[in-house]
């Protein structure tokens, strides 16, 4: 493998919004009012209440039951570094409580200060955000102490029932960089296109690839070879976007592969500019695009896709080559 000198992270977030039923919206619904609601099984009342009774499967009538808000610690553990995956940033206690009126412990975040002033039996109460909107982080955590209190202006409950919850999945890369990747891209900074030539299988590889993946040789900058900014699409895709939040593309668009002149090299996946998708073809001749002198590029690490300052391609204006094989060239 070669030398690897940086990493660059990258998320990806994927927005879901869930429907959340007759029992979690009226658990969510309640929480806006700043009341905790269980729902009644058998003897016990389960926080937060479920459809369904987790030992038999059967569905549970609609039997609510205010608890709370104080509660009991049962057990608990410390969290002295929080990461940002946590409730808090700053270092606090997860426990078990039970809420009073409950007979399942609810897991949640303690505002404790420190570990001396937790323990098993310590009373808690819930400390409410101002602006709740009917999601369990409308309790900002527990605190030590029979009262609860509200973190800053009180909202008041929502307007409607709470139906519908927004939720972000989000997954978070750590992509090595070659140093080969920071080589073409910044070369791309003077309008070059670098591939590397493997001295001994003789192909020629694009995008910053730091090894010949047949002979595992690594390339360094004496591997460097100017690629031809012109080239001929080979395969197409166009993409219509769907509208989930956070989409930033409004219209279909086209990713295309380029056979580059000359060369035996296909780069996959690029963008277009100033070519309409319904002329997206197969044979269409086209350019290399760069980012206009002294804007900022992209210094990431993905692999795919234009890189740096090359952004796309665009027509030449050349005739179109009406060569069947082409299609046969994705890599
Ligand atoms: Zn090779």
């Known amino acids: ?141 527990f605190i030590p102490g029979e009262e609860p209190e509200v973190q800053g202006d009180d909202a008041g409950p929502a307007a409607e029932p709470v139906t519908m919850m927004d939720y972000l999945a989000s997954i978070t890369y750590k992509n090595p960089v070659p140093p080969a990747f920071d080589f073409v891209v910044g070369a791309s900074k003077d309008h070059r296109l670098i591939g590397f030539e493997c001295p001994v299988c003789g192909r020629v590889y694009a995008g910053g690839r730091g090894v010949c993946p047949i002979d595992s040789l690594e390339f360094t900058e004496e591997h460097a070879v100017d690629l031809p900014h012109t080239g001929t699409i080979t395969n197409h895709v166009v993409i219509t976007p769907v509208q989930y939040p956070g989409q930033t593309e409004t219209e279909p668009f086209a990713r295309v592969f380029v056979l580059l002149d000359g060369f ?39 692999m795919g896709g234009a890189f740096g300052a090359l952004i796309g391609w665009e027509p030449s204006g050349e005739p179109a080559i009406d060569d069947l094989d082409l299609t046969d060239r994705i890599f």
């Open 1 to 141: 493998m070669p030398h690897v000198v940086r990493f660059v992270e990258n998320t990806i977030t994927f927005p879901y919004t869930r429907s959340l039923g007759p029992v979690t919206g009226a658990f969510m619904t309640a929480l806006t009012e700043k009341r905790i609601l269980g729902i009644r099984c058998g003897d016990g009342v389960l926080v937060p209440p479920m459809e369904w009774d987790p030992a038999t499967g059967a569905e549970l009538a609609h039997d609510f039951v205010e608890v709370g808000p104080a509660g009991t610690v049962q057990s608990w553990t410390w969290v002295p570094e929080p990461t940002e995956q946590h409730p808090l940033d700053t270092p606090f206690a997860f426990a078990f409580i039970t809420l009073d009126g409950a007979s399942t412990p609810l897991l949640y975040a303690v505002d404790a200060g420190s570990p001396e002033a937790m323990s098993e039996g310590l009373r808690v109460a819930p400390r409410w955000k101002g602006e709740r909107v009917g999601h369990i982080t409308d309790i900002v955590s």
């Open 264 to 302: 035996d090299v296909v780069l996959g996946y690029q963008p277009t500019f100033n070519l309409p998708v319904e002329d997206v073809a197969v044979g269409v001749r086209v350019k290399a695009v760069w980012t206009p002198a002294g804007e900022d590029i992209d210094e990431g690490g993905t």
